[in-house]
């Protein structure tokens, strides 16, 4: 299993950017999926998720209402959407997939629920 995530980048504050994360022998759409992130210093941190069935999504308060996740099934890859980007969204970006399927509407938040981890993609946002 792989997991391969990109479009990080340096922006400036106020702007977008989009992450996409690819799977090889797992399929998004019957798992769910969901994005951490990790600041210089800081702990690793859950952003947005989606469930693996229906569609459901969450997200932490401080990006709820700029950032959204989507799934493409045919490609299998799930992106996440970065808009009015602040400093303080600078970080690595982590896709993450669990290994079992779960419950169909869960989105776990604990980084120790997934398995399947990308590598990571910088976002800097200058101010």
């Known amino acids: 299993v792989q997991l391969q995530a990109s479009g990080g980048g340096l922006v400036q504050a106020g702007g977008s950017l989009r992450l996409s994360c690819a799977a090889s022998g797992h399929t998004f759409s019957d798992n769910a999926v969901a994005w951490f992130r990790q600041a210089p210093g800081k702990e690793r941190e859950f952003v947005a998720g989606m469930s693996r069935r229906g569609g459901a999504t969450l997200y932490a308060d401080s990006v709820k209402g700029r950032f959204t996740i989507s799934r493409d099934n045919a490609k299998n890859t799930v992106y996440l959407q970065l808009n009015s980007l602040k400093p303080e969204d600078t970080a690595v970006y982590y896709c993450?997939?669990?290994?079992?399927?779960?419950?169909?509407?869960?989105?776990?938040?604990?980084?120790?629920?997934?398995?399947?981890w990308g590598q990571g993609t910088l976002v800097t946002v200058s101010s």
């Open positions: 993450a997939s669990p290994s079992v399927k779960g419950w169909p509407t869960l989105i776990p938040q604990k980084e120790g629920m997934y398995n399947y």
